[in-house]
């Protein structure tokens, strides 16, 4: 997923890590960061003249456009980058063959790629290259480029980069060669190949989301040339067992990165960035020919060097903060009702490990809860009805918030409109409760200990609420909340070891498969936390996986949309809407320019300065 340059007030209720891939401070997908705090990053070396002679504020520049964050970027190297503080930069200097259209989630258009079309009936894709296209180093763009890009990223496939969902598509599994051993050169070179200047992609099946995958920056395109260069992997099938997994953080193409983009790295330290416009672009020279993206951690700085000038674009802190120190000032201007393409939801482990502190006694006792304690409906309805929505938008997000009826962001094609979202009901839940285990549920009561990041406000509240309602329907009901370290509950979480645990995905590619499998298939990457298997909404996620028929889609999503709400597999948390403050002189920054599906919801090309 993803944290963005707009606060999503939701992203700071439980996450402190995408517990996917990396597990480091911010992630494309689990986040605790309200706007994108970029993660903490690798120290590279500079590439041209001293970064620090570049850290002088320049916000008052009408050709240079000044950033500034929490903290450090993990990479600028495409093939290991998953998460968005580096993306941000990334899509800015690197390009990938489709990107979205405007501020459609839905419609792709041509970046790299001027055309494509899918042949044998979703199993070969066919991609016309841009002409006269140049990299930063002024090698010209060709075909070749294309195909290492892609069979690097096979090749390599860490567990740092999104290339999983990538392998997925043109090997049918995610994993690398160290992990399937089915996985041969032989297979990586087929998928991906050059007929003179087109790009052939071959799939072993039909994938719908394969074209919006490759909108993803970690599938920008890199200059192989360069790469090979400066000590990159070589491109052939003598080398590429060795390179199998190869750890890409502080890799050459991260120091010396080359893309195709509008903006080139001029400079680095190790709290600072430097870029130029690059006079080679074939898009035309930006207005803006200037970025500096710097490391400021505190917040109090950021805000003031906003209201100064002397930065265009902060890490504000989230609504909260918006509203009370930034909104109605002369000199800023604030974007409110922004999409939010982040899930989240609290999980109901089903099959909870032995051993874990959440158990208490073990037992259906009214000192703790047996392992499965979860399994029954009955007892997933009851906390799912205890809830309050409502309460959570207005006291956890501040009254802007929206419920959702799945885990799948509403501005999502397959998500159903038409159906309703959770409701909070006491006497639904009481109802639910009595049910449960036959009834000892309700007699005997139970203690369940559940967790919440240590050091987040807005997550204690939620589970003080939580805690509240459900104690409130019958005195044998007891809910310990205690806090915790976020890298503790991830490994727990992972481990299955957490009864109850804030859940959250944030979309690598804008395709509803991307969150629905992710949470509901009994593969999906969240079993361990929820440990639950529908065999039914398996067989609807696999048949929506396996066709092109957007209408068929639909109705399979509503399909599963109906049967998890009915399970209650998840509590699903109100959305948060998105906020943003800028300075007032930066212009293009508009609700209509605005996509979620970029790391910074906008593109440094597109913007100017008054």
Not at 261 to 278: D, H, I, R, W
Request: with cysteine; proline share 5%.
């Amino acid at each position: 997923m993803k944290t963005r340059i707009l606060a999503l007030t939701t992203l700071t209720l439980l996450m402190a890590a995408c517990d996917t891939k990396t597990e480091t401070t911010t992630t494309k997908t689990e986040t605790t960061t309200e706007t994108p705090a970029p993660a903490a990053g690798t120290d590279t070396t500079a590439t041209t003249p001293d970064a620090a002679a570049t850290t002088t504020p320049a916000g008052g520049k009408a050709d240079t456009l000044v950033i500034q964050y929490a903290s450090d970027v993990p990479t600028l190297d495409p093939g290991t980058s998953y998460d968005t503080s580096s993306g941000e930069l990334i899509e800015n200097m690197y390009e990938t063959l489709v990107t979205y259209k405007g501020n459609s989630l839905t419609e792709l258009e041509g970046l790299l790629a001027t055309e494509w079309k899918e042949e044998e009936g979703g199993l070969k894709y066919r991609f016309t290259l841009r002409p006269d296209v140049k990299f930063h180093s002024g090698n010209a763009m060709t075909c070749a480029d294309a195909e290492y890009t892609f069979e690097r990223n096979l090749v390599t496939n860490t567990s740092d980069s999104g290339n999983w969902f990538i392998a997925e598509s043109l090997l049918g599994t995610g994993a690398n060669a160290n992990d399937d051993d089915t996985i041969t050169w032989e297979r990586i070179d087929k998928a991906v190949e050059c007929d003179g200047e087109a790009l052939v992609f071959t799939l072993p099946k039909v994938d719908p989301a394969f074209v919006s995958k490759l909108a993803y920056s970690g599938q920008s395109i890199v200059d192989s040339k360069h790469a090979k260069e400066i000590g990159e992997w070589d491109g052939t099938e003598k080398t590429w067992k060795e390179n199998v997994g190869k750890e890409l953080n502080g890799s050459p193409l991260d120091k010396k990165p080359s893309g195709t983009g509008p903006y080139m790295l001029v400079s680095e330290n190790p709290t600072t960035y430097v870029f130029k416009a690059f006079d080679g672009y074939w898009g035309g020279a930006p207005k803006i020919k200037n970025v500096i993206r710097s490391v400021v951690p505190e917040q109090s700085s950021r805000l003031q060097a906003l209201q100064a000038g002397d930065a265009d674009m902060v890490e504000t802190g989230g609504r909260e903060v918006i509203e009370a120190q930034l909104a109605g000032k002369p000199n800023i201007t604030v974007i409110d009702n922004l999409p939010n393409v982040s899930a989240f939801a609290l999980s109901m482990n089903e099959k909870i490990a032995d051993g874990s502190a959440a158990l208490g006694s073990g037992k259906l006792d009214g000192q703790g809860i047996p392992a499965d304690f979860f399994s029954d409906a009955d007892v997933r309805r009851g906390f799912v009805s205890a809830f309050d929505y409502q309460g959570f938008i207005d006291q956890v997000l501040l009254g802007k918030g929206a419920t959702r009826n799945v885990l799948l962001p509403d501005t999502f094609p397959g998500y159903d409109k038409n159906l309703a979202g959770p409701e909070f009901n006491l006497d639904k839940a009481t109802e639910s409760f009595k049910k449960a285990w036959g009834g000892k549920v309700w007699e005997n009561g139970f203690t369940i200990n559940a967790v919440y990041r240590a050091g987040s406000t807005p997550a204690q509240t939620m589970m003080e609420m939580f805690k509240q309602n459900v104690e409130s329907i019958n005195p044998k009901f007891k809910v310990n909340i205690q806090e915790k370290q976020w890298s503790d509950i991830l490994k727990d979480a992972k481990d299955g070891k957490e009864a109850i645990v804030s859940t959250g995905w944030s979309p690598d590619y804008a395709d509803p498969d991307n969150f629905i499998h992710t949470f509901y298939h009994s593969d999906g990457y969240y079993q361990p936390r929820a440990n639950f298997a529908d065999a039914e909404i398996d067989a609807w996620i696999d048949e929506a996986r396996s066709t092109t028929d957007t209408a068929k889609r639909a109705e399979l999503y509503s399909k599963i949309a109906k049967k998890a709400q009915d399970e209650a597999y998840y509590i699903i948390q109100p959305a948060s809407i998105g906020i943003n403050a800028t300075n007032a002189a930066v212009k293009g920054i508009s609700a209509e320019s605005f996509n979620p599906m970029y790391g910074g919801g906008w593109l440094w090309k597109n913007l100017t300065k008054e």
